[in-house]
């Protein structure tokens, strides 16, 4: 299993990224995918998450803002973040759970990460 994050970067507050995960070595069409981010010194949360029938979830605090979305034909997993705030700063993941649906503790494997920087 591999997944590859990019699309981080450094922006302006108020400004927009979009982040991209390319899966691999699993069936990608078939398992709930999710975004998740650290920041420093805090521990991981969940931003946003898709199952396999594609109904999507989002934390309360990135609803309306961010989107989240999946190609099954280019096993490709996107996060698209507008009005990005400075404490949205962290490394964000890309996961795979290991059913269609999404359930808490059900993540079986992360990517290594992409660095998003919001400044003020």
């Known amino acids: 299993v591999q997944l590859v994050e990019s699309g981080g970067g450094s922006v302006q507050a108020g400004g927009s990224l979009r982040l991209s995960c390319v899966a691999s070595?699993?069936?990608?069409?078939?398992?709930?995918m999710g975004w998740f981010r650290q920041a420093p010194g805090e521990e991981r949360e969940g931003v946003a998450h898709v199952d396999a029938n594609g109904m999507t979830s989002y934390a309360d605090s990135v609803k309306g803002r961010f989107t989240i979305s999946r190609d099954n034909a280019m096993n490709t997993l996107y996060l698209q973040m507008n009005n990005l705030k400075p404490d949205e700063t962290g490394m964000y993941y890309c996961?795979?759970?290991?059913?269609?649906?999404?359930?808490?503790?059900?993540?079986?494997?992360w990517g290594q990460g992409t660095q998003v920087t919001v400044s003020s």
């Open positions: 996961a795979v759970a290991s059913y269609g649906g999404c359930y808490p503790g059900s993540w079986w494997n």
């Open positions: 070595g699993f069936t990608y069409r078939n398992h709930c």
